[in-house]
Nanobody
């Protein structure tokens, strides 16, 4: 069983930056594909960005050039650097860990609130 804990959310003005962290325990962190999802009020949760166990990065177009994902396998931690934040980035951000063996196992953190407002 994998436990994920996010941190780093908060209130920031438009154009500002935040860095989110997700620390994992209970599994072999380096084996998991890690990602961030977000859910804005009244909307469905949406995928934002992923870094695979092999270091391949995929992201949704709306965050291209603004969000950067990285991982430190020695610290069992993934990071999301968010720059040039916009009000539409406001959401609860969730960390996700996923691995496929005989079946796909997916784990979620509790979420951290990011609010972009002046």
């Amino acid at each position: 069983q994998v436990q994920l804990v996010e941190s780093g959310g908060g209130l920031v003005q438009p154009g500002g930056s935040l860095r989110l962290s997700c620390t994992a325990s209970g599994g072999i962190f380096s084996s998991y594909d890690m990602g961030w999802y977000r859910q804005a009020p009244g909307k469905q949760r949406e995928w934002v960005i992923t870094i695979t166990s092999g270091g391949i990065i995929r992201y949704r177009n709306s965050v291209k050039g603004r969000f950067t994902i990285s991982r430190d396998n020695a610290k069992n931690t993934m990071y999301l650097q968010m720059n040039t934040l916009k009000p539409e980035d406001t959401a609860v951000y969730y960390c996700n860990a996923q691995i496929t063996r005989s079946a796909t196992m997916s784990y979620w953190g509790q979420g951290t609130q990011v609010t972009v407002s002046s």
